[in-house]
């Protein structure tokens, strides 16, 4: 559903080629021609979207995209190189061929897949944040109408937002105030700082947040569009494809993968196993 224009991030920016050590792999994973030749798995990421991807405190990249990509480059006994990329320009740069992995978390739209195919790994929806002081005040079946609301750019909150805008006016309520930004760390400022009324993100990241914030931000109750969530792969790349699925159904069923979500407080939004989404018809409701 990742999500977002980045600031710092130009399109194909290298952050660098971490290293991982190949160790015995679990499981005999059929590498894509590309890792097979360069010994190097690359994923295109925006590496500012905790709890996913994100540089600590020491400027190491983190987060549980960050652990999982490690992990199967161990398996194909590769590099993995995070290309720091623009969220916005991810399935135009896989459509062009700048890369053949875009690692976040999208959820499948009809528009979308016309141009990727999506390997799921994650399920969530989206959900909105504010200040403790200014939750009484979103109450009703349309709680966003008449708020100035936070969102980033080019993710599925950007277009829910115009949607349930939308909803208010046909309900003959105030419109939505949207405000677009660059980087979800600028929202969360913004909420902070009263500039904005509230937050609209994955509700996995929103979680996230209200826990790291130490209870200035509040997650609101209404859940909108649950729905799975993925890593974006170029269209009808059949080896790529099947080189992801494989390398994360072993981490699903070594157990990796749901320790992975538990460290960051994400294991309820686990799915019961990896698997590719070409069309609409592909996308399942677990």
């Known amino acids: 559903m990742k999500h977002y224009l980045r600031h710092m991030a130009g399109l194909g920016l290298a952050i660098g080629v971490v290293a991982w050590s190949a160790g ?12 097979a030749k360069s010994g190097t798995l690359v994923i295109a990421n925006t590496l500012d979207y905790a709890p996913f991807e994100y ?4 400027g190491k990249q983190t987060g549980i995209i960050i652990e999982l990509a490690g ?25 062009a061929g700048r890369f053949k992995i875009a690692w976040e978390t999208f959820s499948a739209n009809p528009d979308r897949l016309k141009q990727v195919d999506f390997v799921m790994f994650l399920k969530a929806g989206v959900a909105a ?19 100035r609301v936070g969102v980033s750019a080019g993710t599925a909150s950007d277009f829910l937002v115009d949607k349930l805008d939308a909803e208010c006016k046909t309900a003959g ?14 929202i969360i400022q913004a909420v902070l700082s009263g500039r904005v009324d509230a937050r609209l993100d994955d509700a996995t990241a929103s979680s996230y947040f209200e826990v790291t914030s130490g ?10 569009d ?19 699925v494989e390398a994360l159904a072993e981490l699903f069923k070594n157990g990796t993968y749901q320790k992975v979500l538990d460290k960051y407080g994400m294991g309820k939004y686990a799915i019961k196993e990896p698997y590719l989404v070409d069309s609409m018809d592909k996308v399942r409701n677990d």
Not at 77 to 89: E, N, Y
Not at 215 to 224: I, S
């Open 24 to 35: 015995a792999m679990a499981a005999e994973i059929t590498k894509s021609p590309e890792v």
């Open 55 to 58: 540089l600590d405190a020491d």
């Open 71 to 95: 992990e199967v480059a161990k398996m194909v006994d590769a590099k993995l190189d995070i290309q720091r990329t623009p969220f916005p320009s991810m399935i135009p740069g896989l459509a």
């Open 129 to 147: 944040s504010t200040t403790p002081d200014l939750v009484a005040s979103f109450s009703g079946d349309h709680p966003l109408c008449g708020k």
């Open 173 to 186: 309520l105030p419109p939505i105030q949207k405000s677009v930004f660059n980087a979800s760390t600028d």
């Open 215 to 224: 209870g200035k931000l509040v997650v609101l109750p209404t859940l909108y």
């Open 226 to 244: 649950v729905a799975p969530l993925g890593m974006a792969v170029a269209k009808g790349d059949a080896a790529t494809q099947t080189m992801m």
